[in-house]
């Protein structure tokens, strides 16, 4: 009997273990195995097809290098006004109550669903030289957006500002409210407690979203030719010139790809790994 | 028969699904009341410039042979090229320079030889009103017109750049785009000033837009090509529609689309 | 009781979700009052009025004769101006400061200058058993050294109130001994109004001389704390649905 108490209490035991790390049933892990090797096998595939002894000099190539300072300073640029725009955006989303912020979320997600092309269209709508709003600043500045590098921002930002609204606002939801709330009785000013609460406490989620919208940004296509058109050094991203590549040099286009797929890997593990050794035990 | 209508169906959506220069899919198998069994379907792959000749010219075919299914897709030659060498399943492959027929020949896609079927010239094309007042190709190297063209990897933009150069004008884009069509869609919404498309192109962008000419001495003129996917079902319907489209009803249609008939000599 | 000068007194209802709060009563300092009942009865709600993270809908919250929210006057007076610090079950530390930044985050928003008065954030970290971690960021706090700093924090703000919500609930039994410590000192010193919201008796008859029993939003039992206690003991345990069982 005792012997049978003993066995059963280390049984428990385990199960308390397993437990508390999360159970991981045999079946998840298949799924997710399958899930997982869904999204590695294609990379694995454009790798195979890499000419590691030419890669160098076709990344060298003039143009390759236009694109790449294209494409890595207009992310940063989509990524830095999403930011200033997207967090209060953010805010006011999850504070909000009622049919306007249901109507507003809405649109935040909307870019979402909208193949790239069509975003690109409604852009031309909008802000094109014959657009809403473009033919009136053709008219009084003499200015028209498309194909120039304003376009290029304007297209990535469209396409990639709903990734950094959407997750600052479910960070502002779940970990804001309650140090808000803690601050407001400490007697902080609202303003105090944005700058020295509301923002540090989901600064995480900040720097997520910013990644996830760089990323998009970096890899943008469809709205960016619709919308800003296609000229090198001036609106030939990364991504158009791997697209026009693909077809009379495909060794350039494998080696455009992988550079972007280094590019993003480095900055997202190397950000990941700043989150799990601080950013994540911060509540 | 179930089997080639699906066949037909993943060709349209490879076609389609590839490429955002695709402009379109007519799929012209009729319904199964028609009650007659079709001896054969085919799908021709073209490029994006056919769109609308290659249209009305399948409802021609098949009215003609009844027990035919035609169905098309439409891209940018260099596109559709590389899909049919990845295997997508199409019959036929028309495209709009025999430069980028001869990568399918290289890489032994095609059945037999290449077959000419129509001509097709460079213009001029500008926004209904010609907001820039683009008189000739010459106004095309003022710095301030804005002027779309083709990819340098597609033939209509090989084709502009030769224009440019014959007409000793400077070739000053704001933007190089996929396809033809895409070239067209700028100029008929009035982003740009004057684009380079082809004759049958002008036509096709309705009253969007108005084509400048070009004179015939500096003109360049593509070839299209025709031709069977070697090992594909149906090589004879695909012969019967090559016939067809030599025909002179065929090369009426496609002069009124702003082609230039084929004559036996130029063939 | 016959009201002091500094006493807490509310007489109000709300609305929170499905739950309909209506109470009335008082606090004299040096008289802290326990709030018990089981879950859903209103408790946190309460607090939530008394500090004012929430608005009541009718009746009067004062604190000595300043009103802090009585819709009838239309006068609510926001919870940063309240000097009602409030210590919460799951702490709510600021994560990313050190100890010694949480202190002075409190410590400024009341003086609302910049420069801190250092003596008053050691004192704190002494009184608390802070000073050895008062580098250190407050995430990575045991339970009881935070609990420990949202006492201290609350405070900092040099508070004329203080509400405290199950700051017990979320500790060890070790932890819990050590914050109970804290609190008792804290709260024997405390010149103003205290609340105790807990489901713990023993806590209640440790730090509280009042109590009042709630059960669906209503006050069951009123009194001081050992007749409330009496009466909840001699009913049987609290159940959820708030029935004596048996």
């Given amino acids: 009997m005792a012997g049978e108490h003993l066995m059963s209490a280390q049984r428990n035991e385990r199960t308390a273990a397993k437990l508390a790390t999360g159970a991981r049933p045999v079946f998840v892990k298949i799924l997710a195995a399958i899930g997982l090797l869904f999204l590695v096998a294609p990379i694995l595939g454009i790798l195979s097809r890499v000419h590691w002894l030419s890669l160098w000099s076709q990344l060298a190539d003039p143009a390759v290098r236009d694109a790449l300072i294209l494409s890595a300073w207009t992310s940063a640029a989509t990524t830095i006004i999403a930011v200033v725009v997207g967090v209060p955006l953010a805010l006011l989303l999850a504070r909000g109550h009622g049919w306007t912020a249901g109507f507003a979320r809405a649109f935040v997600v909307l870019p979402l669903v909208l193949p790239p092309v069509v975003s690109g269209v409604a852009l031309l709508a909008l802000l094109g030289r014959t657009g809403l709003i473009g033919s009136r600043i053709d008219t009084w500045f003499g200015f028209t957006i498309p194909f120039t590098q304003v376009a290029v921002v304007v297209a990535q930002l469209f396409v990639a500002l709903p990734f950094l609204v959407i997750t600052v606002e479910g960070a502002l939801r779940t970990k804001g ?15 105090r407690i944005m700058w020295s609460v509301t923002i540090p406490a989901v600064r995480t ?53 992988v550079l972007m797929i280094a590019i993003c890997v480095v900055v997202l593990v190397s950000l990941r790994r700043s989150w799990s050794g601080r950013f994540l035990r911060d509540t | ?142 710095t301030q017109v804005k002027l779309a063209i083709c990819q340098p990897q597609v033939p209509c933009g090989q084709a502009a750049r030769e224009l440019f150069t014959r007409a000793r004008v400077p070739l000053v884009p704001v933007t190089f785009e996929s396809d033809v069509r895409a070239v067209l869609a700028k100029a008929a919404s009035g982003e740009v000033d004057a684009g380079i498309v082809y004759r049958s192109d002008v036509i096709a962008g309705g009253t969007a837009v108005a084509s400048i000419p070009i004179p015939d001495s500096i003109n360049v003129s593509t070839r299209y090509p025709i031709a069977a996917i070697a090992n594909s079902e149906g090589q004879l319907v695909v012969g019967k529609f090559i016939d067809f489209l030599l025909s002179p009803g065929a090369q009426l249609v496609l002069a009124d689309h702003g082609f230039t008939p084929i004559t036996a000599k130029s063939r | 009781m016959i ?19 209506g109470v009335n009563f008082t606090v004299a300092p040096g008289k802290p009052l326990a709030v018990l009942g089981p879950n859903g009865s209103g408790k946190s709600s309460l607090l939530h009025a008394l500090s004012g993270l929430v608005a009541i809908r009718a009746g009067r919250i004062a604190l000595a004769s300043t009103t802090l929210d009585a819709p009838s006057e239309r006068c609510f007076v926001p919870p940063a101006q309240r000097r009602t610090s409030m210590v919460f079950q799951d702490y709510r530390l600021f994560g990313w400061l050190t100890v010694r930044a949480n202190l002075e985050f409190a410590v400024r928003t009341q003086t609302r200058t910049t420069t801190v008065d250092a003596t008053d954030i050691a004192e704190l970290l002494t009184r608390f058993e802070l000073d050895q971690i008062a580098e250190q960021r407050a995430s990575v706090l045991s339970g009881g050294q935070s609990q420990r700093l949202a006492i201290a924090r609350a405070l900092a703000a040099r508070p004329e109130m203080l509400l405290l919500d199950e700051p017990f609930s979320a500790l060890d039994r070790v932890a819990g001994s050590s914050v109970r410590a804290a609190l008792g000192e ?20 440790r ?30 345990p609290l159940e959820r649905d708030g029935t004596p069982a048996g």
């Avoid at chain 1, 409210?177 to 303003?191: D, K, P, V």
């Avoid at chain 1, 760089?214 to 469809?222: D, H, I, M, S």
């Avoid at chain 3, 405390?190 to 806590?203: C, E, S």
């Fill in chain 2, 1 to 142: 028969m179930i089997n080639r209508w699906q066949r037909t169906l993943v060709a349209a959506v490879l076609a389609s699904a590839v490429t955002t220069a695709t402009v379109g899919c007519v799929d012209r198998s009729g319904g199964p009341e028609s009650g007659d069994v079709p001896n054969a379907s085919i799908h021709i792959s073209a490029a994006a410039s056919l769109t609308d000749v290659f249209t009305v010219i399948a409802e021609q075919f098949e009215l003609h042979n009844p027990n035919t299914r035609l169905s098309t897709s439409f891209g940018s030659s260099s596109t559709i090229v590389d899909q049919v060498i990845n295997g997508a399943p199409v019959t036929a492959l028309a495209t709009a320079s025999e430069a980028t027929m001869n990568d399918a020949v290289k890489a032994h896609v095609i059945a037999g030889t290449p077959q000419v079927f129509a001509l097709n010239q460079l213009a001029i094309v500008v926004p209904a009103g010609n907001p820039a007042n683009i008189e000739s190709i010459a106004d095309l190297g003022r």
């Fill in chain 1, 205 to 257: 989620a900040i720097i997520a979203g910013a990644a996830l919208c760089w990323a998009r940004a970096l890899g943008e296509f469809g709205a960016t030719v619709t919308f800003a058109g296609s000229f090198p050094g001036v609106t030939q991203t990364l991504p158009i010139e791997v697209y026009y590549s693909l077809v009379t040099q495909p060794d350039r286009a494998i080696a455009i790809s």
């Fill in chain 3, 207 to 236: 730090f509280c001389d009042q109590a009042i029993l709630l059960d669906r939003g209503r006050i069951q039992m009123a009194g001081p704390v050992d007749e409330v206690v009496k009466g909840i003991e001699s009913a049987g």
């Fill in chain 3, 186 to 205: 804290t709260i024997s010193d405390f010149q103003g109004p205290v609340v105790l919201v807990t489901h713990d008796l023993a806590d209640a008859q």
């Fill in chain 1, 177 to 191: 409210r309650h140090l808000e709330q803690a601050a407001r009785t400490l007697g902080a000013s609202e303003s």
């Fill in chain 3, 3 to 21: 009201p002091s000068e500094n006493s807490l007194s509310a007489t109000f209802q709300m609305q929170r979700g499905s739950l309909f709060l």
